[in-house]
């Protein structure tokens, strides 16, 4: 997605202070309460709808003398950052005071594009803001997403001396609360101070024209419980009765009694023509008066809404054009017109839907589609939009549309079933994905038109990547010319994607061809999720090409692009995310590895299968190089048997499965190391990777020729190598075994080919892992003051990652070791293994040395803490 040139268009309702209303009571209790906040303080105003919070706000920041107030009315929207701080800089600017700051100008710029300083730098403008002003955002809990919510709380840890910021919301807004209460730093109003007391109602029903006895006023306050809506709606409905003692005695003060109670009293307040409008209408939330004037044929619609808008609180208007009706009164409308009249609600909910479709909006368009109860419109819909739905992340709407087709739509329709079936690929869910190939096989055309070749060979090109190849049929025109640009975007990842896929081996340049035109009609077309996979997709390309910082660079843009959309962490990013784990690992970095590794872990999103896998085995290594090997060798092995036989790209398989072989040897704990030498060898095939693991496994048992022999077969040319780092692994098992063998010049020399292949990758952890003899010389060297920029990196990963290893058990120790937890004596163990009991004791005695123990329970103890018995 492109850089925005200049500032966002903010509405400008948006960060305008709400209008009272005339009947409006005045709180002076509550804004004297609020003046009480101190310095450094943060008011936050959190009470459940309808509690006043707003135009108690509203009439304090009116208050004579109070400091000058950037007002913003928060919506679901604002989880852009982009928008979100592109209002908030609209309404500093609309002040008195900074009308002519010329930094708050530069900063709206920097907001639209959500440069990666951006925060701080607001931050320090509103440091020098003079005179101070208030920052009040309205509805904080539309604010969900996770990137608005993490700038919101560091601009609260901020603490810019020049603002003090409100923040209103049905519920606590998660900036960390119980931490700026112990710290003094918090100001609140909650529900139990904001509900009415009964001289409050008494004013309330004054100024609404009402005059009630003490005795009326005090058991409609007890029977709302000051909550301040009900009591306005209690207002509307005793305006319109003549009999206000019998209103009183039929009325409820449970919140669901009183929404429908009150809404049928208010209806019956209203003429009929309105009453009929508000019914069509209330199908719709937002409502925008051209779709009211569709749904009601109405020419004047918008006049009749902003008459209501202003007549009464049942209808607000949210923005120029677009209102909103009361939630309550919306809720009972929708709710009795689909009891009364259920064939009018479904017209009224495919009118929607198609005025939706035609103004490009296909989420509400399918919403509405699926509640008309029409399979056909919804199978419309899904023609029309469902790709652009997929490609631009929407799968939640897109999966409920395909479903609500039925199963006997999609075997009928290709086009559905294609759809269904690249759902499922993304979802991992294989078994219902090649059903639905099946269908769309069964099913396909004799003459089928581009648009549709485009979808099957896109569906067919990421079924091989997931094993499920065995359509044969023409693929679409390499061009994909005729096709609709979503789809023709579609085409391009998928023919680059499909190439990991590839018997013959990955064609790099025509996966990065494809890729890059995918990208490049991601962003025109803001196809965002489109647009975060091509570039992840493309650094997994670098990756294989041994580039690991054009990898790191790639998944660097695609995080960045899943940040932009408020998707980070989520599954969008995951995989960029693990990518850039790995690369901090293998820079030596454990610590980077793991923060980073465990904040991607941290989503509520289902993550991919590989992304899951990748973050899991990365912060599980990461923890192990910072000492926490059973813990980290545990997780690993857990996500290798939670992942399965998920088809992989062998460059994943290989790179996980050498980590976790190598925290094994270094836990000594050689059956792990065993079994997942076993697991990768029949998914790759003989590749360097799998000798590399052989000679690592004769390295720690102390047969270094042998090691040494075996890592030689890497460096063969009839070899394949999957890791850009596999000969820098194999060099120094070389120049381990030459050192040891008393080489010192070919062991040195073996040293100085790895030391140069890994500076040309940037991998400096296998350094910190090198056998005793290297790390002598690496130490020599740095007290000789050998600098440069990657000497400087090899001795920090050195000084991060801890590099001692354990000495391994040999297989009868090992299960020597298996029965010590039970109550079997040594000769009982000797029987077992028809040995000799001496045999048995001198076993025993050398798994205590190994183990750096002197008892029996010692040794099962630290065992289990090493993972080498349950």
Not at 101 to 119: G, I, N, P, S, V
């Amino acid at each position: 997605m492109s850089a925005a040139t200049g500032p966002l268009r903010v509405p400008p309702g948006k960060t305008v202070v709400p209008e009272l209303p005339v009947e409006f009571t005045p709180r002076p209790l509550l804004r004297a309460r609020l003046d009480e906040a101190g310095d450094g303080q943060v008011v936050v105003v959190s009470a459940p709808a309808g509690s006043g919070k707003t135009l108690l706000l509203a009439d304090w920041v009116r208050s004579p003398g109070s400091p000058e107030t950037a007002w913003v009315s928060l919506d679901s929207d604002d989880n852009d950052p982009r928008r979100l701080w592109s209002a908030v800089l609209s309404a500093l600017r609309a002040l008195p005071s900074t009308s002519e700051a010329t930094r708050l100008e530069e900063l709206a710029a920097l907001a639209a594009m959500q440069q990666d300083k951006f925060l701080e730098e607001l931050a320090d403008a509103l440091d020098t803001l003079d005179p101070p002003a208030r920052i009040v955002l309205d509805d904080v809990h539309e604010l969900t997403g996770r990137e608005v919510l993490r700038d919101l709380t560091r601009l609260v840890r901020r603490r810019p001396a020049g603002v003090r910021l409100v923040l209103a919301s049905r519920t606590d807004p998660p900036i960390s609360i119980p931490r700026l209460r112990l710290e003094g730093r918090l100001h609140e109003l909650r529900a139990d101070v904001l509900r009415f007391a009964l001289d409050d109602t008494a004013r309330l029903l004054e100024a609404a024209g009402l005059h009630l006895t003490a005795t009326q006023v005090a058991v409609l306050h007890a029977r709302t419980d000051g909550w301040a809506a009900g009591l306005r709606l209690a207002a509307l409905a005793l305006r319109n009765t003549d009999d206000a003692a019998a209103f009183l005695t039929s009325f409820s003060g449970d919140e669901r009694s009183v929404a429908e109670y009150l809404t049928v009293e208010i209806l019956d307040g209203l003429s009929a023509d309105t009453q009929e409008f508000l019914r069509v209408a209330s199908v719709c939330s937002p409502l925008p008066a051209p779709l009211a004037a569709e749904l009601s044929a109405r020419a004047d619609a918008d006049r009749k809404l902003d008459d209501l808008s202003r007549e009464t609180p049942l209808v607000e208007r949210t923005s120029p054009g677009v209102y909103r009706i009361h939630p309550l009164l919306r809720s009972y409308l929708v709710a009795d017109l689909g009891r009364q009249r259920p064939e009018l609600y479904r017209h009224l909910q495919a009118v929607a839907a198609r005025w939706w479709l035609r103004e490009q909006v296909p989420v509400h368009a399918l919403r509405h589609g699926e509640r008309a109860g029409d399979p056909h419109l919804v199978a419309q819909l899904v023609h029309a939009s469902g790709m652009a739905l997929f490609l631009g992340g929407d799968l939640g709407p897109l999966r409920r549309a395909l479903a609500a087709v039925g199963t006997d739509a999609r075997m009928a329709d290709p086009w559905l079933a294609l759809t269904a079936a690249i759902t499922h690929l993304e979802a991992r869910a294989l078994p219902a994905a090649a059903a639905e190939l099946q269908n769309a096989r069964r099913a396909w055309p004799e003459a089928p038109g581009p648009d549709l070749g485009a979808l099957r060979a896109s569906a067919e090109l990421l079924a091989t990547t997931q094993g499920l190849g065995g359509g044969s049929f023409l693929l679409a025109p390499d061009d994909g010319q005729g096709t609709q640009p979503a789809l023709e975007a579609l085409l391009h990842a998928s023919r680059g994607t499909a190439e990991f896929g590839n018997p013959n081996g990955v064609d790099v340049a025509l996966a990065r061809t494809e890729l890059g035109r995918a990208l490049e009609l991601a962003s025109a077309l803001d196809l965002a999720y489109l647009e975060v996979q091509s570039l992840y997709i493309l650094a997994m390309v670098d990756a294989v090409q041994g580039d690991l910082r054009g990898m790191k660079e790639a998944a660097e843009q695609a995080m960045a692009a899943a940040a932009r959309r408020g998707r980070h962490p989520s599954g969008w990013s995951a995989g960029p995310a693990g990518l850039l784990a790995y690369a901090d690992l293998l820079g030596g970095r454990p610590a980077a590895a793991a923060a980073r590794s465990d904040e991607a872990l941290s989503t509520w999103d289902l993550l991919p299968p590989e992304a899951a896998y990748t973050l899991h085995v990365v912060h599980g290594a990461a923890r192990a190089d910072q000492g926490q090997r059973p813990d980290g060798l545990a997780e690993m092995r857990a996500a290798r048997a939670e992942f399965g036989d998920v088809p992989v790209a062998p460059f994943t398989l290989a790179g996980l499965a050498v980590l976790e072989h190598r925290v094994a040897l270094t836990s000594g704990n050689g059956g792990a190391a065993a079994e997942v030498a076993a697991w990768l060898g029949p998914r790759t095939g003989l590749t360097g990777e799998t000798l590399l693991l052989k000679a690592w496994t004769e390295a720690a048992a102390g047969r270094l020729e042998a090691a040494r022999t075996i890592a030689a077969g890497v460096l063969k040319p009839d070899v394949p190598i999957l890791l850009p780092y596999t000969v820098v692994e194999a060099q120094l098992i070389e120049a381990e075994a030459a050192l040891q063998a008393g080489d010192q010049e070919s062991g040195r020399a073996a040293l100085d080919a790895a030391l140069a292949e890994a500076e040309t990758i940037g991998v400096a952890r296998p350094f910190a892992l090198a056998g005793p003899c290297t790390q002598k010389i690496l130490s020599s060297r740095a007290q000789l003051n050998r600098n440069g920029p990657f000497a400087t990196q090899v001795a920090a990963a050195r000084a991060a990652v801890r590099s001692d290893v354990a000495v391994p058990l040999s297989e009868r120790e090992m299960a020597v070791l298996a029965l010590l937890p039970s109550l079997l004596s040594a000769r009982e163990i000797a029987t077992e293994f028809t040995v000799s009991v001496n045999t048995v004791k001198s076993h025993i005695r050398s798994i205590y040395a190994k183990l750096g123990v002197s008892t029996r329970r010692d040794a099962v103890l630290h065992a289990q803490d090493r993972g080498l018995v349950p």
